[in-house]
Structure formats: C-alpha cells, structure tokens
C-alpha cells in the first residue's frame, strides 16, 4: 500500500518529518515496504496546498525556509475541509500546542478521526486534553491515534510501554519531562542563579521569550497527563495533577542539596497505588545514586516501577526538530505494519 500523508502545521516538527521521509525514501521502501506520498500541507503561515498525487515538498522545504508563502498546488477552502476531503489515509497534526483549550488541533484531529483517516501527533493538546474521546473515536472508526512524540520526541516512551514492556504491571513512572528546566537546574548547581541562567536558556533557544509553560511545570503537567491517561489507563484531567515548578529554587537550596549528596531536579510522577491513579509535578532533591540524578542538560529521562523487571530508566533527547520528526516516523510505521 502506498500511503497518503497530510501535514497540518509545516513548522519546526512538519518540516523535520518532511526532511526525514525525503532523505529515508528508498530506505523505508526497502527495509519497510513503506512507500508513501505528502499529498497535502496546511500551514498558518505558509497557505494551505493539495495535490493528490503528491506535492513538490523538496521546493516547500525551500519556500518555507526562506520565509515565503506557498504559491503551488494552493488550496483555497480552510484546513479542516483539506482534512476531510484530501486523499491522505494518515494525518500528521503538528500545529502548536495549547493545553488550555487544545487549540485549532483538537478540532483537526477530531476531524481527521471522524472522516476515517489515521492521525499521528506531536501536539500535547489533544493527548492531554481529550485522550480518551479521541480513543474511543479511532477504535470506532477502525483508525489509529499515536502519540508518540507527546511526551520525550523521539526517545520511546509509550512504544515502550506497549511494546518491550508489555506483559510486565507498571505501577509508577517518575522522571525529568522537560529538558529547559533541567538545563536551568545544571548551570545552577555550577553557580549561576535563576534570573541569569534563565536569560542563558533563552538565548540559546531552549526557553521561550514567555518561560511560563517551562519553568512552572505546565509543560510537563501535560506530559503526565498522557502518561496517565495512555500507560496507567486513568482518565485524569490536567487540573487533578498537582503542579510547583523551579522559580522559587534558591542558591542556598542547590548548596543543600549538594551537602546532602542530593541533586534538584524537575519531576513529574504518574503513580498507581490500590488501584487509585495520582500525578504529580515537584521540584525533588534526588540521590546521586539514582539514574535520574545523572542527566544533565536539556536531556530528559524516566524510570519506569514494573513488577518483573523493577525499575528501568530510559534517557534520550526530549526535543528537537529531527528528534520529534522521528517519533511522528515510528507511530507511520507502526500503523503501516498494522
């Protein structure tokens, strides 16, 4: 079969996956029977473009990169009558996240679900928001909803939930969501403090110009939210999680820790005990004998409590064009081997 694929949101992440299934082509043909067409793009920024068999995304990368709008293949009616009348059979919903309302991407993967088509995300929105709906859609209609890439980009999370952890009982998941604040926390423990790291951390593009999300813990709130809701199978609610971010870590806290051979560090935690599911984002001082103590930087990693195997700790890059784009690939190619 020979796959249709939509690319609603042509930034950072649309055009990474867009890199990834241009330069790995004949690779996945060979190695995965994979063969594929992008047959349709919508972007704010860029216009919207159809063409059902297939668009010229070699000359859209370059048109995109040069900060200039579409001007072939446009399509003039709005993005979610792209989505229910393009021929795409996999939707790629890579627009911003808003995980207030869910934003434009709630409504385009609920229609992509509703016309039959299979969607793969990266946005928090729709994961943390309207999982369970959504899953229940797809199931009705005979469609998939992955979501890798929602949580750590491309490091396996959920895949590993499903895949070389199936058969064991996850009962808690604990660990660094998101890779501005453990940034932050490593220069501070080198001396600098929160005003000044929190300017380096911008500067280099790891925090935005409103750090809010970041350095509060929403974003990771959102993060143990979808692992709730996916890995635990709890319908929790992004306000039933308890959520303290790192503004309020002093100097004097980091020189604590150290002294009491302890390390800061960002945690959400999802765990299942009786039965009853509960989240949770805190600043922890941890054991620097614990695996979470030693990632440094923007990295990310979690550690999974099973019953068989105790507890194993994955690290990887939590953000990244390429990194991102390769969750979106691995959630296509499961759904192709489906």
């Given at each position: 079969?020979?796959?249709?694929?939509?690319?609603?949101?042509?930034?950072?992440v649309?055009?990474?996956?867009?890199?990834?299934?241009?330069?790995?082509?004949?690779?996945?043909?060979?190695?995965?029977?994979?063969?594929?067409?992008i047959?349709?793009?919508?972007?704010?920024?860029?216009?919207n473009?159809?063409?059902?068999?297939?668009?010229?995304?070699?000359?859209?990368l370059?048109?995109?990169?040069?900060?200039?709008?579409?001007?072939?293949?446009?399509?003039?009616?709005?993005?979610?009558?792209?989505i229910?009348?393009?021929?795409?059979?996999?939707?790629?919903?890579?627009t911003?996240?808003?995980?207030?309302?869910g934003?434009p991407?709630?409504?385009?993967?609920?229609?992509?679900?509703?016309?039959?088509?299979?969607?793969?995300?990266?946005?928090?929105?729709?994961?943390?928001?309207?999982?369970?709906?959504?899953?229940?859609?797809?199931d009705?209609?005979?469609v998939?909803?992955?979501?890798?890439?929602?949580?750590?980009?491309?490091?396996?999370?959920?895949?590993?939930?499903?895949?070389?952890?199936?058969?064991?009982?996850?009962?808690?998941?604990?660990g660094?969501?998101?890779?501005?604040t453990?940034?932050?926390?490593?220069?501070m423990?080198?001396?600098?403090?929160?005003?000044?790291?929190?300017?380096?951390?911008?500067?280099?593009?790891?925090?935005?110009?409103?750090?809010?999300?970041?350095?509060?813990g929403?974003?990771?709130?959102?993060?143990?939210?979808?692992?709730?809701?996916?890995?635990?199978?709890?319908p929790?609610?992004?306000?039933?999680?308890?959520?303290?971010?790192?503004?309020?870590?002093?100097?004097?806290?980091i020189?604590?820790?150290?002294?009491?051979?302890?390390?800061?560090?960002?945690?959400?935690?999802?765990?299942?005990?009786n039965?009853?599911?509960t989240?949770s984002?805190n600043?922890?001082?941890?054991?620097?004998?614990h695996?979470?103590?030693?990632?440094?930087?923007a990295?990310?990693?979690?550690?999974?409590?099973?019953?068989m195997?105790?507890?194993?700790?994955?690290?990887?890059?939590?953000?990244?064009?390429?990194?991102?784009?390769?969750?979106?690939?691995?959630?296509?190619?499961?759904?192709?081997?489906?």
């Amino acid at each position: 079969m020979k796959h249709k694929i939509a690319i609603i949101g042509f930034g950072t992440v649309g055009q990474g996956i867009s890199e990834i299934l241009l330069n790995k082509k004949k690779y996945l043909k060979d190695n995965y029977k994979f063969d594929y067409d992008i047959v349709a793009v919508a972007d704010f920024a860029y216009g919207n473009c159809y063409n059902a068999k297939g668009l010229d995304v070699p000359g859209m990368l370059k048109t995109a990169k040069a900060k200039k709008k579409f001007t072939k293949d446009l399509y003039k009616k709005d993005t979610l009558s792209l989505i229910k009348s393009c021929n795409a059979d996999i939707v790629c919903e890579l627009t911003y996240t808003d995980l207030k309302t869910g934003g434009p991407a709630i409504d385009h993967v609920k229609t992509a679900l509703s016309a039959k088509k299979h969607v793969v995300t990266s946005n928090k929105g729709p994961a943390a928001l309207k999982y369970q709906e959504f899953k229940k859609l797809a199931d009705k209609n005979g469609v998939k909803f992955m979501i890798e890439g929602t949580v750590v980009a491309g490091t396996p999370i959920i895949n590993l939930s499903k895949g070389p952890l199936a058969g064991c009982e996850i009962t808690k998941i604990k660990g660094i969501l998101n890779g501005t604040t453990n940034y932050m926390l490593t220069e501070m423990e080198k001396g600098m403090d929160y005003a000044s790291v929190l300017k380096v951390a911008q500067d280099l593009g790891y925090a935005e110009a409103d750090p809010t999300g970041d350095v509060e813990g929403f974003d990771a709130r959102g993060k143990v939210c979808i692992l709730a809701n996916v890995v635990m199978g709890a319908p929790l609610k992004i306000n039933d999680i308890p959520c303290k971010g790192i503004t309020k870590i002093t100097p004097k806290d980091i020189e604590k820790a150290k002294k009491e051979g302890k390390r800061w560090k960002l945690i959400g935690c999802v765990e299942n005990k009786n039965g009853k599911v509960t989240g949770s984002v805190n600043p922890e001082m941890v054991e620097l004998t614990h695996p979470l103590a030693g990632v440094m930087g923007a990295n990310n990693a979690l550690t999974f409590t099973t019953d068989m195997l105790g507890d194993v700790t994955i690290v990887g890059p939590g953000a990244g064009r390429i990194q991102t784009g390769y969750a979106i690939l691995t959630d296509m190619l499961a759904i192709h081997k489906g």
